[in-house]
């Protein structure tokens, strides 16, 4: 008896071999025409199931497979892939947060100049464009959508505080930062109870910094944060309207955040095209009582995405055509009008599509024409590789001093301090 | 003379085939990551780069000079201790009540285990609430004895007490049916004569049930030691699914900082050794841990 | 030998004091707290995403479950994700529950050179942090060819050292060498001993190890997300896509939770029955 496991296991795995054998084997050959299978793996809510279908009916020879994940396990995924040479999708879909990184190996990817992208450059503002440019000038992505910056604020919470409501005359208030705090302390000294006039310094820290000429890197991907004076600046300004008592001290993302959308713990906070979606979702009985003006300052950009072709996909050629054909701004129009993501290519910009779309939950707000402005002239900052990293480090500093567990300069200090590590 | 040389064989041979399809498929498998973790550890290996130069010790070298690293060591024993010693003290509680004569066995069971059951996904979500400054639950109900709002998050001792309470809530039951199990197997006699005897309930299960579940409650502290050690989810979950744990470490365990070296900045030579010197740690306090419950006395 | 099993059963149950009210009530209590966030997550399901942030928070559930759930089946390949994530859990419960009990009677009650070394060596795989091991197990799965295939999923986990080291544990204390040495002037052979004495007694520890296997198997996402691609996903894999996003849907992923939940709950059932009535039917079989 004893000698029949081992047997039994080895025949176990030697059938499970063989089953998969099977299974993982050739399966290109389908009918007289032979297709080519196009993976691309996307995260969140790319909005793309349609066009592939239109895709495939222009082009008969090509089979569009999509993978979509969460953004966290997708861009794990790319890095597992990348690094052990397998796995990786023909096409994959890389977020802003995590281009620096990629972009420090260039060599995984294709150069889409090589394939064509020379082309199809004048379709994005010059920032989208660099953005994905690597150190040693390789072009690894073509742009999909942005995450222009407003500033969305409670009308009714500034009516009781005296303010004005209208969002020309609220835009009018903060065409800087100080006139942004100013209006802060108009408001606080109305003393609303519960209620505080942003959300936390997260998004206004980012917002601030995203409009300097250089942010954490220089462009040859040194880190300038102790040296570059927009850093400390971005910080400061930050900590001044902390200091003068304007945070609901509220971590984003978190049960109280979410809540305070709708019960009003916050008057304003800055938010990108795609926080919209977010409001509207965690407040929907608030509809009405938010609004959108211009985030001080005029230009900013948080988040949107780019598509990229890794080295070790068999298609390079035939996954760019798919992927410049998606970020054509026919594409990214009709996505645009079935999702909302907010399209990055220049021309619709001026397109009615955009210049005409009112959000109904925003008090009918022009957001496609205030989304555009910020992001048409915004100009190129260079993201390095850790840059998602360095931010959370200074983040954090930020959250200690609002808390009240360290002054300004020993969280910046510590703040720095991280950063080498990470470095 | 063959059955008597089959029958020294069966007795002497036949142990290495029970324990053999275990060693067998953990080596084709288990042993690789293990051993490749530990090669990597030597060596500046980013995931992003192609260039792994070799370090030797390095690694271990600034992980022992790394505050941080210390910090999390500590964050993780104090939750540890928070978290451990009530549940398993409660799960021994609850598998003795279970282990009488109650109406309803199966239910009861089964809801125990409802905490182990419940998606991690919606553990998040609703835990998030409870905890939560402003609009939470347990400062609600806080708030009825005159408590002021607490920031769970915010502080060190605060976020891991809400951690600790998230982890009892998840473990306890799990823990009260491995005891469970144990205790089906204490002969019934033993109990009936303490009772004839006027034993309570109590003192029935520190005199026989203890010592006869030895084993098992050797076996629930190592692996919750273990557990804790590596405790990953809770804090993670607790802090939005940012590694760092808080913004000022204040809730980051060891885990949470091999996670943040491995998958947030892709260093995974400096996460591989964090992963080798948390298993010199893992020994160590599975050690004392072992050597403090061995002292319960056999029966 | 038989008989001694019998005895050893019989005895069971019949004398003990029945619970008073106080331990009802207390168990009521933590049974109640114990199932809160599964129901609140049918609450919520079953209402919309501005539930959440309500005070006091709905407790009565809403009409929404059904169409929630419709909406989870079709935005992902959820009942190939059920299939998937059933056959996972099974094959890796019935493989570990069959290895541990072989290992753990070993360990326990047999004689052999390297017994302790071993054992150790086995308690200490289970030291090891296993975060990292997804890049050389990724690796190794990808040169054999099972990425996107159910068999990466299954097969580092045919053995769990928590398994081994439980029924070791357990059969030491539940298992009486006199049972053993009787059996063996029976003229059993050892096999004959994990057969008629051993399986019975292992029951209950078995069906406890089927169930926490089973769970764990079904929660399992780390490993899974990065081995399966969404058009061939378990549950988990399936449940992430669904709570990812620029703008999350409370209301729809705890609807997902909830359905993906149930199938736990039923295995927890059948094994729960397990462990009452383990020892009684193992006995009159031996």
């Known amino acids: 008896m004893r000698g029949l496991i081992a047997p039994a296991v080895t025949a176990l795995l030697l059938t499970s071999l063989a089953a998969c054998g099977g299974q993982s084997g050739p399966t290109a050959s389908k009918g007289p025409a032979e297709k080519t299978k196009i993976v691309i793996a996307t995260f969140n809510d790319f909005g793309y199931q349609s066009l592939y279908q239109e895709y495939e009916r222009l082009h008969p020879d090509i089979d569009v497979v999509e993978r979509v994940a969460a953004a966290e396990e997708h861009h794990r995924r790319i890095a597992t892939s990348l690094a052990t040479g397998k796995g990786a999708a023909d096409i994959e879909a890389i977020e802003e947060g995590w281009i620096g990184q990629f972009k420090a190996q260039p060599d995984k990817f294709a150069n889409l100049l090589d394939l064509g992208a020379g082309q199809i450059k004048d379709r994005w503002p010059a920032w989208k464009w660099q953005t994905s440019i690597s150190k040693d000038g390789k072009q690894l992505g073509l742009g999909t959508d942005v995450g222009g910056l407003a500033m969305c604020y409670r009308t009714d919470l500034f009516e009781k505080a005296g303010l004005p409501t209208d969002r020309e005359e609220v835009s009018a208030l903060w065409s800087t930062w100080d006139g942004y705090i100013e209006t802060g302390r108009k408001f606080a000294a109305a003393k609303l109870p519960k209620t505080a006039f942003f959300d936390g310094p997260v998004v206004m820290y980012r917002a601030v910094l995203g409009q300097a000429d250089v942010g954490l890197y220089n462009t040859d991907d040194t880190v300038v944060v102790e040296t570059n004076p927009a850093v400390r600046a971005a910080f400061d300004k930050t900590i001044q309207a902390i200091d003068a008592g304007l945070s609901a001290k509220i971590t984003a993302w978190s049960a109280d955040w979410n809540a305070g959308f709708q019960r009003g713990s916050f008057a304003t906070i800055a938010c990108p095209s795609w926080m919209m979606a977010y409001i509207q979702e965690q ?69 009615p599509v955009i210049t005409q779309f009112k959000n109904p939950f925003f008090n009918d707000a022009p957001v496609g024409k205030i989304f555009s402005e910020s992001v048409a002239t915004m100009k190129a900052q260079y993201l390095g590789p850790k840059a998602g990293d360095i931010n959370t480090a200074i983040n954090n500093a930020l959250g200690r001093v609002e808390q009240g567990k360290q002054s300004p300069t020993d969280a910046w200090n510590q703040a720095l301090v991280e950063i080498k590590k990470i470095l | 003379m063959i059955r008597s040389w089959l029958y020294r064989a069966d007795v002497k041979a036949s142990p290495y085939a029970y324990v053999l399809p275990f060693f067998l498929l953990f080596a084709a498998l288990g042993a690789f990551p293990i051993l490749y973790t530990g090669w990597v550890s030597l060596h500046d290996w980013s995931l992003l780069e192609d260039q792994h130069t070799f370090l030797g010790l390095g690694n271990y070298a600034e992980l022992l000079g790394d505050s941080y690293f210390w910090n999390a060591l500590f964050n993780t024993v104090s939750i540890l201790i928070l978290s451990t010693v009530p549940q398993l003290l409660l799960a021994l509680l609850l598998a003795h009540v279970l282990n009488g004569r109650l109406r309803g066995q199966t239910f009861w069971r089964v809801s125990m285990l409802l905490p182990n059951i419940t998606s991690v996904v919606a553990v998040a979500i609703i835990f998030g609430q409870l905890f939560g400054r402003d609009y939470g639950v347990v400062n609600w109900f806080l708030g009825l004895f005159g408590v002021g709002q607490i920031d769970w998050a915010a502080g060190t001792a605060t976020s891991h007490i809400a951690i600790a309470t998230m982890v009892i809530w998840r473990w306890t039951g799990y823990n009260a049916l491995i005891y469970l199990a144990a205790m089906q197997a204490v002969p019934q006699s033993l109990h009936e004569a303490a009772i004839i005897d006027g034993a309570t309930s109590l003192q029935r299960l520190m005199k026989i049930t203890i010592p006869a579940i030895r084993p098992t409650i050797i076996f629930t502290v190592i692996v919750s030691t273990i557990g804790g050690m590596q405790m990953l989810a809770e804090p993670l979950l607790f802090g939005g699914g940012q590694p760092t744990g808080g913004n000022d470490h204040q809730f980051q365990t060891l885990t949470l900082y091999l996670f943040e070296a491995g998958f947030g900045r892709f260093d995974f030579g400096y996460a591989s050794a964090t992963a080798w010197l948390m298993f010199v740690v893992i020994v160590m306090a599975a050690g004392i841990n072992y050597l403090f419950v061995r002292r319960i006395r056999s029966s | 030998m038989a008989t001694l099993t019998q005895t050893l059963v019989q005895v069971r149950r019949k004398g003990l004091p029945r619970p008073g009210r106080l331990t009802y009530l207390t168990l009521t209590a933590i049974a109640f707290f114990s199932a809160f966030p599964l129901y609140y997550s049918a609450v919520v399901g079953s209402l919309d995403n501005s539930a959440l942030g309500q005070v006091p928070p709905p407790f009565l559930p809403g009409g929404n479950l059904i169409g929630n759930i419709e909406r989870v089946f079709t935005t992902v390949p959820f009942a190939t994700a059920l299939i998937n994530s059933a056959i996972v859990a099974t094959s890796i419960t019935v493989s570990v529950m069959l290895l541990s009990t072989l290992a753990g009677f070993a360990f326990a009650k047999l004689r052999f050179r390297g017994r302790n070394g071993l054992y150790l060596a086995v308690v200490a795989t289970m030291m090891v942090p296993t975060q990292l091991g997804i890049i050389p197990l990724y690796m190794l799965m990808a040169d054999i060819g099972w990425i996107d295939t159910l068999y990466a999923v299954i097969a580092p986990n045919l053995v769990s050292a928590f398994g081994v080291f439980f029924m070791t544990q357990y059969l030491s204390a539940a298992l009486p060498t006199e049972l053993l040495e009787a059996g063996r002037v029976d003229g059993c052979t050892t096999f004959g001993l994990f057969w008629r004495v051993v399986l019975p007694l292992a029951r209950p520890a078995a069906a406890v190890l089927g169930m926490l296997t089973f769970m764990n198997a079904w929660n399992d996402f780390f490993w899974p997300l990065v081995v399966l691609t969404p058009e061939n996903p378990t549950v988990q894999v399936g449940l992430s896509a669904i709570s990812s996003g620029y703008s999350v849907d409370y209301s729809f992923t705890l609807a997902a939770t909830t359905v993906a939940t149930i199938p736990l709950l039923v295995v927890a059932m059948l094994f729960g029955k397990q462990i009452i009535q383990g020892i009684m039917q193992g006995a009159l079989k031996g």
């Open chain 1, 283 to 351: 407040a929907k009985n608030a509809a009405g009582k938010w609004d959108i003006a211009k985030i001080p300052g005029g230009t900013g950009n948080w988040g949107g995405s780019f598509l990229t072709v890794p080295k070790q996909g068999r298609n390079q050629q035939k996954a760019f055509e798919l992927a410049s054909w998606l970020t054509a701004p026919e594409q990214q129009a009709k996505v645009f009008r079935s999702k909302g993501n907010f399209p990055s290519t220049t021309k619709l910009y001026t397109d």
